[in-house]
Structure formats: structure tokens, C-alpha cells
């Protein structure tokens, strides 16, 4: 019997694709809360909770750095060795069927660290976009910067 894959081990899984990162000089934006809950379609409280549960049992670390597009230094969540071993288990399991992945996860294409579509961090805090269109969010598209959101 398959059983769906919890967003617990969702934000593993996730963040296995960015285990290869060797302290760039900008993070992917795909490593802070906002893109891990925008890539797993969750809401960005419940993959908070989520991520406090994976650091307080040594499976994520959190570290302050810049991030792609961003000015300031954020939140980058990174695997930890522990992480990283369960996120492979859960890997295989995947592979092998024993898990499902929701359909809105699974129709995203995983991408490299390089060439993946993020919006720039601060679009995300201009005004307008919080309650506005965010059609462009939802497909992987950004806003350009200096666009305004009506």
C-alpha cells in the first residue's frame, strides 16, 4: 500500500538537491523557508514547524547568508549528515513506490541550483503582491523587478 509522503519528509527530499552547494556566494533562493513552502506548495507556518522539528533532531542546519536576489542575509536551511542519509532513505522509497508524492509536487521539474527559475527575494517583499495576482508566482515566474503589482 502507498502512502503519501508527509511534509516533513517533503522538505528532506527538497533539500537533497541542494546538498552539493560549497558556501556559493549567493544561496538558491529554494533553500529559505519561502521557496522550500512555494516549491512544495505548503503553506510557509506549517513548513516553519516543520523546519523547527528537522533542526531540534539534527536533521536540517540553519545558517544566515545571501541569497539570489536578495540584499540582506537570510535564512538558508542546509542538510545536515543525518539529513542527508534520511533524505536518500526517503529518496529510494520514492523511486522503489513505496511512497506517493502529491500530484502538485510532483509537477514540478527538479532543476540544479544553477538554472533553476526563482523569483528574486525582493519581489517578494514589494508591495502589492501579498493578496494581489500571483499567477506568475505559482508557474515559477517572478515578477522583473520595478514591475507593479495591482
Same mark, same amino acid.
Given at each position: 500500500?502507498? +502512502?503519501?509522503?508527509?511534509?516533513?519528509?517533503?522538505?528532506?527530499?527538497?533539500?537533497?538537491?541542494?546538498?552539493?552547494?560549497?558556501?556559493?556566494? =549567493?544561496?538558491?533562493?529554494? /533553500? /529559505? #523557508?519561502?521557496?522550500?513552502?512555494?516549491?512544495?506548495?505548503?503553506?510557509?507556518?506549517? @513548513?516553519?514547524?516543520?523546519?523547527? @522539528?528537522?533542526?531540534? *533532531?539534527?536533521?536540517?542546519?540553519?545558517? #544566515?547568508?545571501?541569497?539570489?536576489?536578495?540584499?540582506?542575509?537570510?535564512?538558508?536551511?542546509?542538510? /545536515?549528515?543525518?539529513?542527508?542519509?534520511?533524505?536518500?532513505?526517503?529518496?529510494?522509497?520514492?523511486?522503489?513506490?513505496?511512497? +506517493?508524492?502529491?500530484?502538485?509536487? $510532483?509537477?514540478?521539474? +527538479?532543476?540544479? =541550483?544553477?538554472?533553476?527559475?526563482?523569483?528574486?527575494? /525582493?519581489?517578494?517583499?514589494?508591495?502589492?503582491?501579498?493578496?494581489? $495576482?500571483?499567477?506568475?508566482?505559482?508557474?515559477? *515566474?517572478?515578477? =522583473?523587478?520595478? $514591475?507593479?503589482?495591482?
Amino acid at each position: 500500500m502507498k +502512502t503519501s509522503l508527509p511534509v516533513r519528509d517533503r522538505v528532506l527530499v527538497h533539500l537533497l538537491h541542494y546538498i552539493d552547494l560549497e558556501e556559493p556566494a =549567493a544561496f538558491p533562493w529554494q /533553500t /529559505t #523557508q519561502d521557496g522550500i513552502a512555494f516549491h512544495l506548495d505548503s503553506p510557509r507556518g506549517y @513548513v516553519q514547524q516543520q523546519l523547527a @522539528v528537522l533542526i531540534e *533532531n539534527g536533521s536540517v542546519k540553519c545558517i #544566515q547568508r545571501r541569497v539570489d536576489g536578495g540584499r540582506k542575509l537570510m535564512k538558508v536551511y542546509l542538510l /545536515t549528515p543525518r539529513g542527508i542519509k534520511e533524505a536518500t532513505r526517503l529518496k529510494e522509497a520514492i523511486l522503489s513506490g513505496i511512497f +506517493t508524492i502529491p500530484e502538485n509536487e $510532483d509537477s514540478q521539474p +527538479t532543476q540544479s =541550483a544553477e538554472n533553476s527559475p526563482a523569483p528574486a527575494v /525582493t519581489d517578494w517583499r514589494q508591495p502589492g503582491i501579498e493578496g494581489g $495576482d500571483v499567477t506568475n508566482l505559482k508557474n515559477g *515566474n517572478g515578477p =522583473a523587478p520595478g $514591475d507593479v503589482m495591482e
